[in-house]
């Protein structure tokens, strides 16, 4: 069983549009990480998140433990916005992270 | 700092051949992870090390996949009668381990190609 479900699988929005790109586990977790990979790029993290909502810069993620949830909206996207979105959760205490397989996102001009 | 560092980029080994993979984590982190990333699989875990011991290798196949980390500088994922099937980017990442993944960083990976 995928253990982190990710939605939309695609998304394709025009300059300036707001996306909302969302993460759901099939186990509670107490600790939730998006990260942001260009093709053929490293992973880079964007936001930890393992409860209640976070931001940065354009970014803001929310995350009702709960709920087995978490979203991340991506604001006034642009262009170089384009990539795929991963979110991953930690299993246990161990620190290893478990992905969801991702979001590619497009932003046309 | 320059980050994790993932020595080779590329790889292209012959089906039989073995491969050893490379990895720098960044000084003053005590967990060291290994990932693989394929199209059809996404990015899977392989094993784990905290303050150069291992914890967890439950991802690895069980055969001819092995980790080591003789130092806390390096880690070496090794891959012996290597198989089309394991062609995939091996990811590297540490972090500091303090309870939170919020300084997890990745390295840029190496490209294993078994033909």
């Known amino acids: 069983e995928q253990q982190v479900q990710q939605s939309p699988a695609s998304l394709v929005l025009q300059e300036a549009e707001n996306a909302e790109l969302q993460c759901s586990f099939s186990i509670f977790t107490n600790q939730v990480q998006w990260f942001y990979q260009r093709p053929g790029g490293r992973l880079v993290s964007l936001l930890y998140?393992?409860?209640g909502t976070k931001q940065s810069g354009r970014l803001t993620s929310t995350t009702v433990i709960k709920e087995r949830r978490s979203s991340l909206h991506i604001s006034s996207s642009q262009i170089t916005d384009s990539g795929t979105y991963l979110c991953a959760m930690e299993r246990g205490n161990y620190n290893v992270l478990y992905f969801g397989s991702g979001t590619k996102l497009t932003v046309e001009p | 700092n320059a980050g994790v560092i993932q020595t080779p980029r590329h790889k292209v080994t012959g089906k039989g051949q073995e491969a050893t993979l490379w990895c720098e984590p960044i000084s003053g982190h005590s967990a060291v992870f290994w990932y693989r990333q394929t199209i059809v699989q996404g990015l899977e875990f392989l094993t784990y090390f905290r303050n150069q011991a291992p914890i967890d290798d439950s991802g690895m196949p069980k055969e001819r996949f092995s980790a080591q980390m003789p130092n806390q500088s390096h880690s070496t994922l090794k891959i012996q009668s290597t198989q089309p099937q394991d062609s995939a980017v091996y990811l590297c990442?540490?972090?500091?381990?303090?309870?939170?993944?919020?300084?997890?960083?990745f390295g840029s990976g190496t490209r294993l190609l078994v033909i």
């Open positions: 998140n393992p409860s």
């Open positions: 990442a540490s972090s500091s381990g303090q309870g939170t993944n919020s300084d997890y960083t």
